[in-house]
Every structure is written in C-alpha cells, then in structure tokens.
C-alpha cells in the first residue's frame, strides 16, 4: 500500500512577507500534528507590551524556504545599520518589491557590507556542496541531471559574482523570497487535497481486503465517525464581530457589552508592530478550532484541523489586507469592523461541508497511483531479474575458483611426482658402473670409442710386488678421464656409457 505523503512528526510551515520578515513580525508556524498530539494553545494576548519588548522570532522556526537561513541572516545585519533601518520603515511594500529599497545597499556601513559578502561566500559554498551531492546521487541512479533546474537554485544570488554581496543580490533575494512565499499557499493547498485523496484511497483499499459483512460494519463505522464529527457547536465567521467577541470575552475575560476593536487589536498586536502578521492572526481563530477539533477524538483529524485554521487566516487576509502586504495595520482593521460583513456574516463552512476534491480529481489521482505501482513493479522485477543475475554469474565464479584451485593442487602433485633425484654412483673396487647410454653426446676432450674396439684385460699387481711401469694401451687414457669424472660425481654421457659397456672396457 502505498504510504502517505504527509509526515507523522511536526510539519512545521512558516509563512512570510519581506516587510514583515525586516521588521520582525513574519513568521507564522502552522504544526500539522497527526494522531493524539496536543491542539496548539494560543499565546496568552490579555497583556499589551510595550514596543521596547518585542518578541524575536524562535531561532529554530523556519519559513520553508531552502533559502531561509541565508535570508534570515542578510536581514539581520542590514536592520543593524541605522540609515538601511530608516529607509525600510519609510518604503512601503511595493516600493520594496520592485527594488527601491535594495538601492539603499549602497549607503549602508563598510562592516554590515563585510559581513554581508562573508554570508554570500558561505551561502555560494553551502549551495555547490548540495547542488554537486544531487548530482552524484542522480548520476549513480542513471537519472539524466537536469541542469537547468539545478541553476534556478541560484535565482536568489547573483553566482557569477560569488565573492561580494551587491544590490543586483539583495534584489533579487527580495524577488525571489515575495515569488516563492505568494505560491506558497497554494501548493499547501494541493498538498492537504493529495493527503485527503490519499486518506480515501487507503480507506477504499483497506475495504477490498474484508469479507462482505465486515466490510459492511466498517462502513458503518465511517458513517457514524463523520457524523460525530459533524455534531459541534456553531462556528462563527472568521474576523466576524461574533467570533472576535468570544475571544474578547474567553481569552481576554473582558465584558462583551464592551467589546472595542481598538483595544481589541492592541490587545493581539503581541510584538507591538502596529500589525497583525498571519500568526497573530492564526491565534485568534483558536476557540472556533476547538469548537469542531478534539484530538482525543477518533472522529477529528488534526491534519484538518490546521487545514483549517490556515482556510481561516486566507480569508481574514483577503477581506481585510486591502494592500496585500499580508499584514493587517491597525487603519485596516478599523475599516473592517465598521463593513457589514464583520456586523452580519454570513455562515462559515467548514471542511466537511467543502471537500476539499472533486470526484473527476480523485480519479486521475487513482489512475496516477496506479501508474505508480505499475512502474513500481516494473522495477520491482528488474531488479530481481538483476539479482538472479548476479547470483548466477557468482556461482559461475565460485566454480570457476574451485576448478584454478583444483587444478593448482593437481600441478603440485605432478610436480612431486615428475621430481627426478640424481642417480647415485657406486665405486667398489676397480668396478665403476655406468648408466645406460641415452644418446648424449661425450664430455669434451673424450673421443668415442669405434666399434668392436676391446680394451685387452691387465692383471693388476699383487700387493707388494714392484709396479713395472707399461705404457697404457689405446684408448686408456679417455678410460681413466671417465673414471675420475664419475668418482667426482658426475654422469657420464649416455653415448659413452653404451660404448663402454657394449666393450667391457671395465670389468
């Protein structure tokens, strides 16, 4: 089955604006938490604080955009130079979108621009280290790199300087982060309509698996779970009068006979900007949330409940943002709450009552998965197929191993049993054996023997009786080298060796 898209832990997505992110009230956290983990409580807004305590922003929030810490960084050091402060507090937004602002790069201090090239050496090197890591990894699953997408990673910085931090690059990183935070609602919204069409697919899944009466008491059960869900009390209109009341009255503990919208939004206004961001604005809508959403209930989905409360927000922003910043001065709430809108709203539909897609979405999302699967199981088997592979070729060269060590062993036996030890040569007496002739030719300095060529026998001396020295017959003199060879321990040649023995030339 294939598995949600939607991650079980803390899915935390954080919006933006430029004007709000320079003054340090943009960061909106919207946690998508799944099972029993705990609704999100408001912050406690009863207290207004002075403008000299403004809350910073958590160091590990993030606004979701794989730039983000770069960002955060290049903002923090121009707001710390005075005339760069200045100027963005006197441009307005659109002013800043289409780069008057980023010209005021010029005028900043000589540390802040130091600083600045410093972050963009670092941001150049941190996006090469990734940008070459996908490479490597795409490149050894065979998948074609696609270089043009990789480049757009750059948009935000000029990478053809990648040494100094220049207006060309605080305009774009404004461009680049206004572009990027305005789409991303959007896609937030086609990610919950992917994860509520995914949620039914494995429903209808789940039901092909039982038998008929089983499937019939899980449907019951779904059926029973929707309408609990919908059971709840009513939901006020988002930014109504009624809705902003009841936080007056419950979070607040203010009387609602009394209820001011100047106060009111002083009361919210919790960094003391004279604006309320997107989530200031989230916090209020938090009572109404707990009206339908419990998450101890089987029946409430807390991935629906933050779908929610950001339906919630998109709307508040287009019915009072009247120039789109996405923040909400104080002038523009005021304007809001005299329109008969905020007096007499009509009803608020929540997620049960608007689904969140259609019947025609649902089934090209069915006929895409199925594609999935099928490509899946495609590779599914090429890879086994791959795997019987590899296993045959190792077993050819486990036996191909076997057989070189079978024939090493086999080599060391021959050449045991080939190994010829020297013949060993026997004098006794004037007895001097000979070896059979081979055909090898004499040493030098011996003169074969002709044929039938007798050396005459000569009685040796007795012992005692004077030698008479006789000159040696023919012959006797290559005898006696042949002699003295082999007492030295040589062998005699093969030829030789047959002459001498056909003769007798020894007894």
């Known amino acids: 089955m294939v598995e949600r898209s939607i991650e079980t832990e803390h899915d935390v997505d954080y919006m933006l604006t430029m004007k709000g992110l320079f003054t340090g009230c943009l960061i909106v956290p919207c946690l998508l938490l799944l099972g029993s983990e705990a609704v999100p409580i408001s912050i406690d807004k009863t207290k207004v604080k002075a403008p000299e305590e403004t809350v910073e922003a958590p160091q590990s929030v993030d606004t979701g955009l794989h730039y983000d810490r770069y960002l955060r ?61 996908k490479q490597d990894m795409e490149e050894g699953k065979g998948i074609a790199v696609d270089h043009q997408a990789l480049l757009k990673q750059f948009e935000y910085l000029n990478h053809m300087n990648p040494h100094t931090f220049e207006v060309d690059d605080l305009d774009r990183l404004i461009k680049s982060a206004t572009s990027d935070l305005e789409n991303f609602d959007k896609e937030r919204h086609e990610e919950f309509k992917r994860y509520e069409m995914m949620k039914e697919h494995e429903r209808q899944e789940h039901l092909k ?12 059960h779904y059926e029973e779970m929707r309408k609990k869900h919908a059971d709840h009390p009513k939901v006020n209109h988002p930014g109504s009068q009624n809705q902003l009341k009841e936080v007056w009255e419950d979070k607040d503990g203010l009387d609602p006979d009394d209820f001011d919208p100047k106060t009111f939004f002083n009361l919210h206004d919790s960094n003391g900007d004279g604006f309320f961001d997107e989530q200031e604005l989230e916090a209020l809508f938090t009572k109404e949330l707990e009206k339908i959403y419990d998450p101890t209930n089987e029946e409430d989905d807390m991935v629906e409940m933050e779908e929610e409360r950001l339906r919630m927000r998109e709307h508040v922003m287009n019915e009072v943002d009247a120039n789109k910043d996405r923040l909400v001065s104080l002038d523009e709430f005021l304007v809001a709450t005299k329109k008969k809108e905020f007096l007499e709203p009509d009803s608020w539909e929540t997620l049960e009552q608007n689904q969140a897609y259609t019947d025609e979405e649902m089934r090209e999302f069915e006929a895409q998965l199925s594609m999935q699967e099928e490509e899946l199981s495609l590779k599914a088997q090429d890879l086994q197929q791959q795997r019987a592979e590899l296993e045959r070729q190792q077993e050819q ?108 030339a020894i007894p």
Do not use: C, W
């Open 209 to 220: 698996t039982l038998d008929e009466e089983a499937r019939r008491r899980e449907e019951e």
């Open 397 to 504: 060269l486990n036996a191909q191993k076997q057989e070189l060590q079978q024939a090493v062993e086999h080599m060391e036996k021959l050449k045991q049993t080939q190994r010829v030890e020297p013949p060993e040569v026997h004098v006794a007496g004037n007895d001097v054996p000979f070896a059979q002739d081979q055909g090898h030719p004499l040493p030098p300095g011996h003169a074969e023997l002709p044929p039938d060529h007798a050396i005459p026998h000569q009685e040796l001396p007795q012992r005692g009786q004077p030698q008479e020295f006789n000159p040696a017959p023919p012959g006797h003199n290559q005898l006696h080298q042949v002699a003295e060879h082999l007492a030295e321990g040589h062998h005699l040649p093969q030829g030789e060796q047959h002459h001498l023995q056909e003769h007798n």
């Open 73 to 133: 960084e290049v903002i923090d050091y121009l707001e710390k130079d005075q005339h760069f402060r200045e100027k963005l507090h006197n441009t307005d937004m659109e002013d800043i979108k289409q780069g008057k602002l980023a010209k005021e790069l010029d005028f900043v201090s000589h540390h802040v621009r130091t600083k600045l090239d410093e972050l963009k050496r670092q941001e150049v090197s941190r996006l090469r280290t990734l940008i070459k890591a």
